[in-house]
């Protein structure tokens, strides 16, 4: 008997909504209210999220984040900033305890992203993982798509999707971009740079570093498309089978929560102390 998680596919909400249900599944996981669970879901705007870590108003131009009309929020995760825009996303919540998952980090990545490989390999693309070389694991870039973490998926050495993880309350959260496409136009927009020849020279640059499923396969993607396909992937993987599942009332309740209280909060996004938000 394959063992079951639950299969939660939220559609398209906003950013703050998104990365709260994230936290929320975390939270009743570890509390043992659900079951391991898997979760797709999309991007109601254009959205940009930074790394749990990153500095803001270092990386961000804000002003075009309005002009593009850009959702912003941290995400709980580390790693580089990630425009989220004609992609599926999908979420992994599990015990850290669970026998699949490995106590490294990177091996834990391995684990989980096989689901991403035999998924691309369904949509007919020969992913491979990244395992980047030590001087590569040194080099920081603010947008995420510019360099590959291990076991991140490249096809013809560009990085075709891009995955972060945590772990809190003794739960894994791994959650990950997968772009049907990519408008680099706005995506360059988005972050600052020294000046335009420096940008232009970036954004030329990122067209070799990175593509997308789309681009590769010459074809047009659909989310249910992705969803039905990075499914089989993962459930393969992993030896599983989905139950679907629904948050109910309460659950919802707690979601909103967290989007009031924290991930529509510049102390949250922006790193401020309460007592900063009126200067």
């Not at 803001?56 to 790693?79: M, P, Q, S, Y």
């Not at 050495?157 to 945590?166: L, V």
């Not at 232009?200 to 396909?229: G, V």
Request: glycine share 6%; aromatic share 12%.
């Amino acid at each position: 008997m394959q063992e079951k998680w639950y299969l939660l596919d939220t559609g398209y909400h906003d950013a703050a909504t998104n990365m709260a249900i994230d936290e929320a599944l975390l939270q009743f996981h570890a509390e043992g209210i659900i079951q391991p669970t898997l979760r797709f879901y999309g991007w109601k705007n254009p959205s940009l999220t930074l790394g749990h870590f990153q500095k803001a108003e270092k990386a961000i131009n804000f002003e075009a984040v309005e002009k593009h009309g850009c959702d912003f929020v941290r995400r709980l995760t580390g790693g580089s900033a990630v425009l989220h825009d004609d992609e599926i996303t999908y979420s992994i919540i599990v015990s850290e305890e669970h026998p699949k998952i490995p106590s490294s980090i990177n091996e834990a990545y391995y684990v989980l992203s096989k689901g991403l490989l035999e998924g691309y390999q369904l949509l007919g693309v020969n992913a491979e993982f990244a395992v980047p070389e030590e001087e590569a694991k040194r080099q920081r870039s603010d947008v995420c798509f510019e360099q590959p973490a291990i076991y991140e998926m490249l096809v013809d050495g560009k990085k075709i999707s891009g995955n972060a993880q945590t772990r809190k309350n003794g739960v894994l959260l791994q959650h990950g971009s997968i772009p049907m496409s990519f408008d680099l136009d706005m995506l360059f927009d988005l972050f600052n740079y020294p000046n335009e020849k420096i940008k232009e020279r970036q954004k030329q640059a990122f067209k070799h570093k990175a593509t997308s499923i789309n681009e590769i396969t010459k074809k047009t993607h659909t989310y249910d498309m992705m969803r039905d396909a990075f499914l089989q992937g993962f459930e393969s993987a992993l030896q599983i089978q989905t139950e679907k599942f629904q948050l109910n009332e309460d659950q919802w309740k707690y979601v909103e929560y967290l989007v009031d209280t924290k991930y529509r909060t510049d102390e949250w996004n922006f790193k401020l102390k309460k007592s900063m938000r009126s200067v």
